[in-house]
């Protein structure tokens, strides 16, 4: 039986996983529509790797560019993974494909109002979902759900407790995640098991095509920066690709359904998620009751490493 392909929006500020994730999504769902927010670039260099990313695939999808900054904070990016485009490692052309809009949360309000039961991927801050869902209260109603690549129970990438994307906009996260429709959260947990190593880096680079080179000079660029990490594992995550998975082949990523807090204060802790695993609470009622939340627990990471490997094998 043919796999359904889940028709979804795509918000991301492109970045080395981010564009993983674009690949995969442009073979396993119907995406009508990219968003791009400031985060692992500037908001400007995050929207023109988008609209070369889609060039280079063929892709003729809207990329429509959002928030340049959190709802609070300052802007935050991360040039000492990404570069200072983004995409450094790579030598993508300048695209020659122009934005369709530069409003993304007009956008995702006026798609999910002509077509319900979308999906929403998230794997950048959660600014843009945030301010959409704060300017349309009937936006999440329309959602299929939300998921997004973000937080942890318990790790840290920025910070001892925080995750880059949560850590960026945690007012934004908090409002995603008590959005009242389902929402599922791909956290560091979880993305740090599905690696790119330098088996797969020589696989994805023998497949001999120019998406395949792409994403071969992805992971060369993040072999070369994370091997000089004093870490558990030389080998480079793939987190965003995992939100999408989520979506796409959910038979892959192992969730729970828990609530989950996201703490916008503090001076250690900010940024981080909470996830709540209790089997009941002091007043003895079960918090997992009523939770729309859902933590992604685990991946088959072989098997998701295979879907990578022939979604590559399909651009030749």
Not at 288 to 296: F, I, R
Not at 298 to 315: G, N, W
Request: proline share 7%.
């Amino acid at each position: 039986m043919a796999q359904v392909r889940p028709r979804l929006i795509v918000d991301c500020d492109p970045g080395h996983d981010d564009a993983v994730m674009l690949v995969l999504a442009a073979r396993h769902a119907d995406v009508v529509g990219i968003t791009t927010v400031s985060g692992n670039a500037p908001l400007e260099a995050c929207t023109t790797n988008a609209l070369a990313i889609t060039e280079l695939l063929g892709w003729d999808v809207p990329v429509h560019s959002g928030a340049a900054r959190p709802l609070l904070a300052e802007p935050f990016h991360a040039p000492e993974v990404h570069g200072e485009s983004g995409l450094d490692g790579t030598d993508l052309a300048r695209p020659t494909r122009t934005v369709a809009g530069d409003d993304a949360v007009a956008f995702i309000s006026e798609a999910t109002r002509a077509e319900e039961g979308l999906w929403l991927v998230a794997t950048g801050p959660l600014t843009n979902v945030a301010l959409a869902l704060r300017a349309d209260p009937g936006l999440a109603g329309r959602l299929a759900g939300i998921s997004f690549m973000g937080g942890g129970a318990g790790e840290g990438n920025v910070t001892a407790a925080a995750e880059f994307n949560v850590w960026a906009d945690p007012e934004a996260a908090a409002i995603v995640v008590d959005a009242g429709c389902p929402v599922w959260m791909c956290g560091l947990d979880c993305t740090r098991q599905f690696l790119a190593d330098r088996a797969l880096t020589d696989e994805v680079r023998a497949l001999g095509n120019p998406v395949s080179g792409f994403l071969a000079d992805i992971f060369d660029h993040e072999l070369g920066r994370f091997g000089s990490y004093a870490t558990s594992s030389p080998d480079p995550p793939m987190h965003d690709p995992v939100a999408l998975l989520a979506v796409t082949h959910p038979h892959l990523i192992q969730r729970e359904r828990v609530p989950i807090l996201v703490e916008t204060g503090g001076v250690h802790a900010r940024g981080a998620t909470i996830v709540d695993r209790r089997l009941v609470t002091r007043e003895g009622a079960d918090p997992k009751a009523t939770s729309q939340t859902e933590w992604a627990r685990s991946i088959d990471a072989p098997a998701a490493r295979r879907v990578l490997v022939e979604t590559l094998a399909s651009f030749g």
